[in-house]
């Protein structure tokens, strides 16, 4: 587990990383509603997310590491945020954090380290879906100039319950 002290380096994410971020995005997928994905992913299966996602352009991964021991902490994303030309200047972004990296300062981060990446590329605005209840993600999000825009009531459905989303918006 990282000390409160970790020193921590955030650089663009390579194929190196596939596994731990595997892992990572599983604990998620297994035990909470944070993600609607249901089944958990071999690295393999989560390969063309990772090669989606190029060291230039609009659509990044940002991996944040402990220097001392090299374990992954977490990562954030820039992707499509929907298919049609005229989104192409908005982006959905999104970041998961190992368990023990979490209320680190490793989010806010990973999250600024992205946005300076994205700072050269013609976008325009930055959107956050946050399943609820999940108030450190809202708290980040918000912390980071994001905010509010709306609500989806009751979008999906997970470990037998029905869930809302939040969404929020970042201008860049």
């Known amino acids: 587990m990282p000390s409160e002290r970790t020193e921590v380096q955030v650089r663009p994410g390579a194929e190196g990383d596939l596994v731990a971020l595997t892992d990572i995005y599983n604990h998620y997928v297994r035990e909470t ?3 609607f ?16 996602h190029p060291e ?6 940002m991996v944040a590491v402990a220097q001392d021991s090299q374990e992954i902490l977490g990562y954030a994303t820039s992707s499509a945020f929907r298919t049609k030309p005229a989104y192409e200047t908005s982006v959905e972004v999104t970041i998961y954090l ?6 680190r300062g490793v989010g806010p981060r990973l999250y600024r380290a992205l946005f300076d990446a994205l700072a050269t590329e013609d976008l325009h605005r930055a ?3 946050i399943a609820q209840p999940n108030e450190a993600s809202v708290r980040l999000h918000e912390r980071l ?6 609500t989806y009531r009751e979008v999906g459905r997970k470990f037998g319950r029905y869930w809302d989303v939040a969404w929020y918006e970042k201008e860049l």
Do not use: I, K, N, Q
């Open 33 to 35: 509603p944070v993600t």
């Open 37 to 52: 994905d249901t089944a958990v992913f071999t690295p393999e299966e989560r390969r063309p997310w990772l090669l989606s």
């Open 56 to 61: 230039d352009g609009p659509h990044r991964l």
């Open 98 to 103: 190992a368990p023990s990296a979490t209320g």
């Open 127 to 129: 959107y956050a879906g």
């Open 145 to 150: 100039g994001f905010r509010h825009v709306g």
